[in-house]
């Protein structure tokens, strides 16, 4: 690898938002295809976003008003999908960047639903267990109008989990009259949430980073990965990626990163939640900190915990041979750039760690069904959509000179396109 290059001023970038990242792409995606302008400049608007107040008391009596959304991006392929956050950073602008994006995530792996986003301005640390609930509750009785298992359906994000989905699907439930398990996505197993669905987005980024490898020909079994954020997406990928017999060398957590040559045995490092301040301060191994482990001369790189890391200030400094994106969005777009000039290739986020969406596909089958599938099922189908996807994408790749990131968008979009061409524009 050549030494890293000096940074210009002109690769110090403003954080993109997630908005301005996502019109961007579509329209990265749209200059290779032919497609109306008019469709195109349909998919640049949320068809709508609902805000709404929510009243909530807190524990000693009082009374705190807080604020919710939900944005809905397209529907020409299903009903709209996707993460309910509960989080002080999340504003209208966020959401509608958000749901573009599952847009393109769920048209990528196929799925018959388009994509949406929402959420509440609110610091869940701040919140007892049963505030948290009444909270839930109430929101899912202000957002009824505009969901349900055949319009949208949610699920899980930042700052909420599979106990918060159990009580909007119960809150629904009880004012429909009937059991809707159809309603929201990552529900505990019990009331009809899907085996598998927790790991789904790291396995994800395994079966992807798998496949990745193998087109480039390379050893599965003499490749380096380092992992940033060995929480559920890190985690699982990693050691998906250690079965397959991949030197897992250096993984992080908030606290810092830890580093070994010779790779860890990952079952043996407990992940964040698992353990809280386990992956820092595990001793057999040497401490970097996580910007380091960015800059790692390893095979493959996988940042897994949060947006914007890879940027135009280290991109030049990154000496991973691949990246694949494990959190949604750790690449700018000037860093992007950067990689592209430098031909290291980036597996972006929508396909990779499209297995959360794909397996809440799944559960949402499960339910109108009202029959459960076994673990080995969820496993053996999610290989199957990925490795589609992968071709799909791949496909792309291989009959244009493009990103990864341009070729999964120029799949979506297609898809897209070609199902607003075939409805048409009511009235
Ligand atoms: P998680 O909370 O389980 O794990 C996140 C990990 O990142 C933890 O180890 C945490 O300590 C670490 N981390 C947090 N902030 C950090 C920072 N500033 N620097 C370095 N490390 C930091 O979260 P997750 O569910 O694994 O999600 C990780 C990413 O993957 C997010 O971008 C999320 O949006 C995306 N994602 C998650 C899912 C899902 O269903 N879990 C699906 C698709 C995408």
Redesign the pocket.
């Known amino acids: 690898m050549t030494a890293a290059e000096p940074t210009t001023e002109s690769e110090i970038e403003e954080e993109e938002s997630a908005v301005e990242t996502a019109r961007r792409q579509l329209e990265r995606a749209a200059a290779h295809l032919d497609v109306d302008e008019g469709i195109v400049e349909r998919l640049r608007h949320p068809t709508s976003v609902y805000r709404v107040t929510i009243p909530l008391e807190r524990d000693d009596g009082t009374r705190e008003m807080f604020t919710g959304y939900r944005a809905h991006h397209d529907s020409v392929r299903g009903p709209y999908k996707g993460g309910l956050r509960y989080h002080p950073a999340v504003n209208e602008e966020e959401c509608v960047g958000l749901s573009m994006w599952m847009t393109w995530k769920c048209a990528v792996m196929d799925l018959p639903f388009g994509g949406a986003k929402g959420g509440v301005v609110v610091d869940p640390k701040e919140l007892s267990s049963d505030e948290k609930e009444r909270l839930t509750r109430r929101f899912a009785e202000e957002l009824r109008p505009v969901i349900g298992p055949k319009t949208d359906i949610p699920a899980p994000d930042?700052g909420t989990d599979p106990k918060t989905m159990a009580w909007f699907m119960d809150a629904y439930s009880m004012q429909e009259g009937e059991t809707e398990p159809g309603v929201v996505t990552g529900k505990p197993p019990v009331i009809g949430g899907s085996y598998g669905r927790e790991k789904a987005?790291g396995r994800s980024v395994g079966i992807i980073t798998e496949q990745a490898i193998d087109y480039y020909d390379w050893d599965v079994t003499d490749t380096t990965v380092a992992v940033?954020?060995?929480?559920?997406?890190?985690a699982n990928a990693a050691r998906y990626l250690d079965d397959l017999g991949a030197s897992i060398v250096a993984v992080?957590?908030?606290d810092g990163a830890i580093y070994d040559p010779d790779g860890f045995d990952t079952n043996d490092v407990e992940?964040?939640?698992e353990t809280p301040g386990m992956?820092s301060g595990y001793a057999d191994a040497q401490s970097l900190s996580?910007e380091e482990l960015l800059e790692l001369d390893v095979d493959v790189l996988i940042p897994?915990?949060?947006?914007n890391v890879l940027t135009g200030e280290n991109a030049r400094r990154v000496q991973a041979d691949m990246i694949v994106e494990?959190?949604?969005g750790p690449t700018t777009s000037t860093a992007g750039q950067i990689f592209e000039e430098r031909d290291i290739p980036v597996i972006p986020d929508i396909l990779a760690?499209a297995g959360?969406v794909t397996v809440s596909y799944f559960e949402w089958l499960q339910d109108i069904n009202r029959r459960s599938w076994r673990l080995e099922r969820v496993h053996e189908e999610l290989q199957t959509e990925m490795l589609r996807a992968w071709g799909c994408v791949r496909d792309e790749y291989d009959a244009r000179d493009i990103t990864w990131r341009d070729a999964a968008y120029i799949v979506a979009l297609e898809r897209i396109a070609e199902a607003h061409d075939a409805r048409g524009l009511w009235p």
């Open positions: 930042m987005p940033q954020g060995f929480g559920s997406v890190g992080s957590d908030i992940d964040h939640d992956v996580n897994a915990a949060i947006g494990g959190a949604n760690n959360g």
